[in-house]
């Protein structure tokens, strides 16, 4: 965009006030335009195969299994648990969800419990009411619906209250093992920050993360970049100087 100059205003005291209302009623440049350009993400270049390739060799050569935090016991469970990670952390659900999950690990055992026991079970999670009545309709669903089994398809996931696009990724991947790329708040950071995948939304993140990576690292992908993002390019402070790959990461703001 063509950099937008103003004269300086000429100082005549003489122009009559017509003129001058005219003079000064064309539109300013808003301070938007005006501002300098930050670096955008679109002009920085490309990723290319070899250094995908490279990067993901790097994760996984540091962390060949990588795991979830999120605690649980089987499919059930780990849905379950997902739906109440909503705006909360691993270590605060997980602290919730040992005890319950002794006592209710499937859909029916849930629903013995009842909406009232659950939510003295999670009242430390945010959001636990209505996290509590989206558990036990879930159960009631996966009981009537799909014979007391997580549903393996993601509109069926997705077709639970409760439980979203997130969700049914993360149980697809962890529970079925399916290549899906749960996008939380940190891979949306390192998506946008490393320029592998830059989106305005978490979709676009994830199709454009599932567009680059290469199969053969899909299955352990989402837990490698949510690791990175939690333990080392974090939000406040990156750390860029114990990143594994910093010299290929492509943000401007990097400190290495
Ligand atoms: S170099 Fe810094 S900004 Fe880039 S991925 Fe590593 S920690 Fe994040």
């Known amino acids: 965009m063509a950099k937008i100059t ?12 017509k003129k001058a209302k005219a003079a000064t009623a064309k539109p300013k440049p808003s301070a ?24 993901f060799s790097r994760f996984r050569k540091s962390n060949p299994e990588p795991k979830g935090e999120l605690e649980h016991l ?6 379950v648990a997902v739906v109440l990670s909503a705006q909360a952390t691993d270590a605060g659900v997980n602290k919730a969800t040992r005890a319950l999950f002794e006592i209710a690990d ?6 013995d419990l009842g909406e009232e026991r659950l939510r003295e079970y999670i009242k430390t999670i945010g959001l ?3 996290k509590a009545r989206n558990v036990i309709a879930l159960s009631a669903k996966v009981l009537s619906d799909f014979g007391g089994e997580v549903p393996r398809t993601r509109a069926e996931i997705e077709s639970l209250p409760g439980a979203g696009r997130k969700t049914a990724n993360v149980v697809l991947n962890m529970a079925f093992g399916e290549h899906t790329m749960a996008v939380d708040t940190h891979v949306f950071r390192v998506g946008n920050r490393t320029g592998l995948a830059p989106g305005k939304t978490p979709l676009d993140v994830e ?3 599932e567009k680059v990576i290469p199969a053969e690292f899909m299955l352990h992908a989402h837990h490698w970049l949510i690791l990175h993002g939690r333990y080392t390019c974090l939000a406040r402070k990156p750390r860029c100087e114990v990143c594994l790959i910093n010299d290929l990461c492509r943000w401007p703001e990097k400190t290495v």
């Open 6 to 17: 103003r004269k300086p205003a000429p100082r005549k005291a003489a122009v009559p006030k």
């Open 32 to 55: 938007k335009k005006s501002a300098p350009a930050k670096k955008s993400l679109k002009a920085i270049k490309p990723w290319t195969p070899a250094e995908i390739h490279e990067v």
């Open 74 to 79: 089987n499919p059930f469970t780990l849905l």
């Open 106 to 111: 499937t859909p029916q055992k849930m629903l």
């Open 128 to 130: 636990y009411r209505t």
């Open 207 to 209: 199709l454009g993360l």
